[in-house]
């Protein structure tokens, strides 16, 4: 699981914790089309996660990017499912009107990992 961070209408960070996939270099993140995220992503592209290790919470990575990819209907729908299988091992159920972002890491940092890999 990460933590992902908006940026509010007002520019007050907004953070929320989510389900991603890596999607080639890209973050894969998705969500219920009418709540702050999807608002925040289409007002300011800008994010950050932070990704932990949740054996050893202070392993984690950090990473800031933009938005570069908008998905919705069927595409959403199947991100979700992915997602699910992912997090559950099962399909999402019936997913409502969904919304998968596509994030681009500009720069990350890492703490308490080796550096070696």
Not at 22 to 37: A, P
């Amino acid at each position: 699981m990460a933590t992902l961070a908006t940026v509010g209408p007002d520019g007050a960070p907004q953070a929320t914790v989510i389900w991603y996939v890596m999607e080639g270099d890209r973050v894969l993140v998705n969500s219920k089309l009418g709540r702050t995220k999807p608002a925040n992503l289409d007002r300011d592209p800008r994010v950050a996660l932070a990704i932990f290790d949740l054996a050893t919470p202070y392993r984690s990575v950090q990473l800031r990017g933009m938005v570069s990819e908008r998905r919705e209907g069927a595409a959403a729908a199947t991100d979700i499912h992915l997602l699910s299988r992912r997090y559950t091992g099962h399909e999402y159920g019936e997913p409502e009107a969904r919304v998968s972002y596509l994030i681009t890491v500009e720069s990350w940092s890492t703490w308490g990992l080796d550096e070696g890999g």
